[in-house]
């Protein structure tokens, strides 16, 4: 028989195990990040791209800010990986969590995006603003963490995306903004040949409406105007600087060459040759060029057409040529089965390096400003002759396609090696998917898309690609993101 003492004595025990069962509980470590996490805002940020039709310079910008958001989330609780204060330009330090306080790390990295993003995205437009804050309000509420832990991280996520938004004025964007730019003249030099009519039209999304002639982000000419060329996806206001929808009647981003890069330390890094000296003798380098451009647009192949169409990623149609690349790292992540942090790494990595692609290759469009084919075929070869593609508002040397492809390319490949994968990026807009036998392979048929699409000559090409890869290298040799290394 068991006394009344024992009984006592055995449901004090009982109690005080539930008490340290509850408080063991209430201090377990949340659960860690998952790279779904990660994934959505690089798909949400395509969308975005996409919506607010940004030219693709600036749509690698935002990636790239966006991307070392998410990183430094995740790396502030990783004793695995390293911050990049110290190693991006610029980034000199960043907030760093309290000591020996519990955090959820996914609240922090979804905090510190939507965070940044509604700074990067403050002059979008109103569904843009209510999807970050939808995305990161899920994200955050998903997790359950105790009211303590939810706070703290979600303030220190708001802290540190602050703070990459501060590091984010000081790259002399704001600077560019409004500054008006004269093209050189002359038969070796660009003009722009972009009509709204054609170029908008090649970019019509899903959603499309009337606008008027005034609309200032599609110029156009009275009584030239073509039926087609009056709808264009969301019209924008000419107020907006950061944010303003690709004109194509202007010049994209003259001053882009002038921002601050992220692992470059100088623009002549990774420039390319000299391009061949203009001529329009039959003999000539320059001409055999613009030859090979004008004879392989004549006799193009249905698998030729559907390479150019599918690398177009024209604004407004797509989330631009970065994003595309965006989007089969994050295929990956589910092939691979890769976790948060391999994640974050390949993520920033590669937004790092096609934004100082992007920042690279316009510095030598705009120290060359060299004729498209288009303009030199009219006027020496055949009047007649068009474009599969419209030709894009900014000079020909080097080919952006080639350069941001190149990076993204090499970058991927010094992570996860020579790899054949499958791209499924534009199903959704009726292209099918896409196999390749390596990232490189990929990115060569990008670069080679924009000779089969008539914007430029083969030498654009492979020393755009050449280019890419070197800034790859430079960005995979300075920016550590593990901390044994």
Not at 41 to 52: D, G
Not at 61 to 89: I, T
Not at 299 to 317: C, F, K, M, V
Not at 379 to 389: E, G, N, Q, V
Request: net charge positive.
């Amino acid at each position: 028989m068991i006394g009344a003492g024992s009984m006592l004595r055995r449901g004090l025990v009982g109690c005080a195990i539930v008490i340290v069962a509850a408080t063991m509980g209430c201090r377990a470590a949340p659960p860690p990040v998952g790279a779904r996490i990660l994934t959505d805002w690089m798909r949400a940020q395509y969308a975005l791209v996409r919506a607010e039709r940004l030219s693709p310079p600036v749509a690698s910008r935002v990636f790239a800010y966006g991307a070392v958001a998410l990183y430094e989330g995740v790396a502030a609780g990783s004793p695995r990986l390293r911050s990049l204060a110290g190693q991006l330009n610029g980034l000199r330090e960043l907030p760093r969590p309290q000591p020996r306080e519990r955090y959820d790390w996914a609240i922090v990295a979804a905090s510190a995006e939507t965070t940044l993003l509604k700074v990067l995205f403050k002059e979008g437009l109103p569904a843009t603003q209510v999807a970050i804050a939808q995305l990161g309000d899920s994200q955050i509420a998903a997790r359950r963490a105790s009211r303590p832990v939810h706070d703290r991280s979600t303030a220190y996520g708001a802290t540190l995306g602050r703070a990459i938004a501060d590091w984010a004025t000081g790259d002399r964007f704001s600077e560019t903004r409004g500054l008006a730019w004269k093209p050189p003249r002359g038969r070796r030099y660009w003009v722009n040949t972009a009509e709204p009519q054609q170029y908008i039209s090649s970019s019509l999304s899903a959603q499309s409406e009337a606008v008027s002639l005034g609309n200032p982000a599609d110029t156009l000419t009275a009584g030239a105007a073509a039926e087609r060329s009056l709808i264009v996806s969301r019209p924008k206001s000419a107020r907006i600087k950061t944010l303003a929808a690709l004109n194509p009647t202007g010049a994209t981003e003259p001053y882009w060459g002038r921002l601050r890069p992220f692992a470059l330390t100088s623009m002549d890094e990774c420039a390319p040759p000299p391009p061949p000296p203009y001529s329009e003798a039959p003999a000539s380098e320059f001409y055999r060029q613009v030859k090979a451009v004008y004879d392989t647009g004549s006799t193009l192949t249905p698998e030729q057409r559907e390479i150019a169409l599918y690398w177009a990623d024209n604004p407004g149609e797509s989330g631009t040529p970065p994003g595309h690349w965006l989007l089969i790292g994050s295929q990956l992540v589910g092939e691979l089965q890769l976790d948060a942090e391999p994640t974050a790494e390949m993520l920033v990595l590669t937004s790092v390096a096609m934004a100082d692609a992007f920042i690279s290759c316009w510095h030598e469009k705009f120290s060359w400003s060299l004729v498209r084919p288009v303009t030199y075929i009219h006027r020496a070869i055949d009047p007649r002759w068009h474009t599969l593609i419209s030709t894009p508002p900014f000079p020909e040397y080097t080919a952006g396609h080639a350069v941001q492809s190149g990076a993204a390319a090499g970058v991927l490949t010094a992570l996860f090696g020579d790899r054949p994968f499958a791209d499924s990026t534009h199903v959704s807009i009726g292209r099918p998917v896409r196999r390749f036998a390596s990232f490189r392979a990929a990115a060569a048929e990008a670069a080679r898309s924009r000779l089969y699409g008539g914007l430029h000559y083969p030498i654009s090409l492979e020393n755009g690609l050449a280019q890419g890869e070197c800034i790859a290298r430079k960005v995979v040799e300075r920016v550590k993101t593990r901390a044994s290394e």
